[in-house]
């Protein structure tokens, strides 16, 4: 495998500018991982609130903005933030669509501050370090967990997705360190020189293979097998592209062949058989979300309730589907392009697909980040990485790297200053970011402290402040007089339906005594779920309260199908 490309001769930034760049992503990414504090309930929504509105601030002060400060293809990504913003006046939940319009945003201002890094050896060692660096203490959460459960970000499969771009970028770093020259020496105090640290080099590259042991053990350990394909592509296609620059195109080819035929002996390994079989479900149905309408999408927001009315619609009330065991809540459709093309459309599609593709057409390569963002495509297309903050970062970070490979050095003279129009827009932009977000955030406590205190006051604060307000809606309506509560928990379900939702505003509306609104939400909690016990025993009660009797026989065997020897069955009607 080939490394960095190594810098044209000359190619330095004598203003400074880049390694104040390159250091501000590095710091970025170290402040992501280790944002994940001990103990910390807030945790996802505090790195969100880093990644969406406190680093959009501090690239609009320390990078500052200059007559050219913007790559023309991210404007697709701000496009694509304004449709999900537009897109609230039409869905059930607006704070959905204007949350997915504020991660949007962040998305591109990581794309920025990579397009800035401009392609020097400095730039090149700092974000493979910070890559390094990230990675590793990430890694180490998973034999000493304080980053969360299991050691992980919430969830083993987005720990594994960070850890793969990362190892892709360190390994590439680090077998191309010694192309990047020497470090630069440090002046001597007397003659103002000095002299190469050929030492000190050697140090960071025995570091930086350190780290890619460390993250590679990891990574194996959680067994991951998307996060095995999206290595094995990245790397794969580093030491292709550095087969055809050192060796020729016959060469490149071989060894792409050789990676072609190792991928493909990965994918007939049983277990990732089954891993891909488990997610066939989820590219059916959201294939009929995107096909249900294909222009504009169903809003930014909507996948989770689009997925519940088409998984339903998927599954009938056909108890013995092959597929029944496959049944899930999904608030993704771990596909990030499956996810847009349902929400947005194909005119969403289409602005989320605009930098990506034209990060990896890109000429020339920054290999490091170029390879990062191929391994980010396969993540991409079996998972979730840009859901998690630490991982959006660096994926776009290195699709932002990639599309400024070849930029010219910016002269403190093209830093001028900027239209007055322009400058106000971008504050006002990061204003509104900072305020959605610290709301945000702010809510999420405000929602664990309401629910440890029991509190109807706490969580109707968090529900106003919430761009997601359904959980602090649910939970308050369990301390509400009757009617309220009713209300309340039916506002939730239906604007974040799911069989447990519409099951709660039955219980609700039977312990009232409106015993046919509990009939309803308990039928819409099946329809939702036909395997959905709790829904369906409820539904054998209620009917037999009723009077209903063909209805309480009929859902009191299903009851009995699906959990023969459940004691709630005692007492059903039979």
């Known amino acids: 495998m080939s490394g960095p490309s190594k810098p044209a001769a000359g190619d330095t930034d004598s203003s400074g500018v880049s390694g104040a760049r390159s250091n501000v992503a590095a710091l970025a990414l170290l402040l992501l991982v280790l944002a994940w504090l001990p103990g910390q309930g807030a945790a996802s929504a505090l790195r969100w609130w880093v990644l969406c509105g406190a680093l959009p601030l501090v690239s609009l002060v320390t990078l500052g903005l200059g007559p050219r400060p ?42 920025w501050i990579g397009w800035t890094t401009v392609h020097t050896a400095h730039a090149e060692r700092t974000l493979g370090r910070a890559a390094a660096a990230a990675g590793a203490l990430a890694a180490v959460g998973v034999w000493m967990p304080w980053w969360g459960p299991a050691g992980s970000f919430g969830n083993v499969d987005l720990l594994a997705g960070f850890l793969a771009l990362c190892l892709v970028w360190t390994g590439v770093v680090a077998s191309g360190e010694a192309d990047l020259g020497p470090l630069p020496p440090t002046p001597s105090p007397e003659t103002g020189e000095g002299e190469p640290k050929i030492g000190g080099q050697r140090g960071v590259t025995v570091g930086l293979w350190v780290s890619v042991l460390v993250q590679a053990v990891a990574l194996v350990q959680l067994e991951s097998w998307g996060a095995f394909c999206a290595v094995l592509v ?20 071989l060894a792409g062949l050789v990676g072609i035929a190792v991928l493909g002996v990965f994918l007939r390994l ?54 029944s065991g496959l049944w899930t809540h999904a608030h993704h459709a771990h596909n990030e392009f499956l996810h847009v093309g349902a929400e947005l459309g194909g005119l969403g599609l289409l602005l989320f697909v605009a930098p990506i593709v034209l990060a990896l057409a890109r000429r020339p390569v920054r290999l490091g980040a170029w390879s990062a963002s191929v391994a980010f495509v396969v993540m991409a297309l079996v998972s979730m990485p840009l859901y998690e903050p630490a991982t959006a970062f660096l994926a776009c970070l290195g699709l932002g790297a990639a ?16 239209g007055v129009w322009r400058r106000r827009l971008a504050v006002a932009g990061v204003a509104a970011l900072l305020v959605l977000t610290s709301a945000d955030l702010i809510a999420d406590r405000l929602l664990v402290r309401g629910v440890e205190a029991d509190s109807a006051n706490t969580l109707a604060l968090a529900q106003r402040l919430a761009l997601r307000p359904e959980r602090a809606m649910r939970y308050r309506a369990a301390l509400l007089p009757p009617q309220e509560s009713l209300e309340l928990a039916r506002r939730a379900a239906e604007r974040d339906p799911s069989p447990d939702a519409w099951a709660l505003v039955g219980q609700l509306a039977a312990t009232h005594g409106e015993l046919q609104k509990a ?46 020897s459940d004691p709630r069955n005692v007492g059903l009607v039979f």
């Open 234 to 253: 990245g790397l794969g296609s580093a030491a292709v592209w550095g087969s055809v620059r050192r060796w020729g195109r016959g060469v490149g080819a």
């Open 270 to 323: 049983p277990a990732v058989l089954e891993h891909i079989e488990g997610r066939l479900l989820m590219v059916r149905v959201s294939l009929k979300m995107v096909f249900e309408r294909p222009l504009l999408g169903l809003g930014a927001g909507s996948f989770p309730s689009g997925w519940m009315n088409a998984q339903a619609a998927y599954f009938g009330s056909n108890l013995t589907h092959p597929d």
């Open 519 to 564: 009939r309803e939400a308990y039928l819409e909690s099946v329809r939702l779920c036909p395997f959905y016990y709790t829904g369906v025993v409820d539904l054998a009660q209620i009917s037999d309260r009723l009077g209903d009797y063909q209805g309480a026989l009929r859902w009191g065997e299903q009851a009995k199908r699906l959990r023969p």
């Open 70 to 111: 913007w790559p023309r293809v991210a404007s697709a990504w701000l496009a694509l933030a304004g449709l999900s913003a537009a897109s609230a006046v039409v869905v059930a939940s607006p704070g959905g669509a204007a949350w997915q319009a504020v991660v949007v945003c962040g998305w591109t201002n990581a794309l």
């Open 403 to 418: 599309l400024g490979a070849g930029r010219a050095t910016e002269s403190p003279e093209a830093r001028a200053e900027i």
